[in-house]
């Protein structure tokens, strides 16, 4: 069965960046969808990042285009989100998921991951 481990939220400025890291274990890391989801409260979990740890596809969502990146250390086995120029409306719980995928591209649906990591907090204060 496959874990995820998130780390590297925090608190932080405006403007500032953060990059979360995802760890997994338990399975192979190849031929898996790895999305990041956030939790803002009293909102629904928001996909905004996915890759293939084999294939590297990687999909965006709009709201964060331009300002963060998803990528993967398959040394590491590990799948990162770099986040930079940092919003308040970027405050959530922010959580990493998986799926085992032969290839191809990567849905941002939490629906389509059946396996999660615990969170990590990221608060962004103007």
């Known amino acids: 069965q496959v874990q995820l481990v998130e780390s590297g939220g925090g608190s932080v400025q405006v403007g500032e960046s953060l990059r979360l890291s995802c760890v997994v274990s338990g399975e192979t890391f190849s031929s898996k969808c790895v999305g990041w989801f956030r939790q803002a409260p009293g909102k629904g979990r928001e996909g905004i990042a996915s890759i293939h740890t084999t294939t590297g596809p990687a999909t965006i969502a709009a709201s964060v285009k331009g300002r963060f990146t998803i990528s993967r250390d398959n040394a590491k086995n590990t799948v990162y989100l770099q986040m930079n120029s940092l919003k308040p409306e970027d405050t959530a719980v922010y959580f990493c998921?998986?799926?085992?995928?032969?290839?191809?591209?990567?849905?941002?649906?939490?629906?389509?991951?059946?396996?999660w990591g615990q969170g990590t907090q990221v608060t962004v204060s103007s």
């Open positions: 998921a998986a799926k085992s995928a032969p290839g191809g591209s990567c849905p941002n649906r939490e629906s389509a991951y059946a396996s």
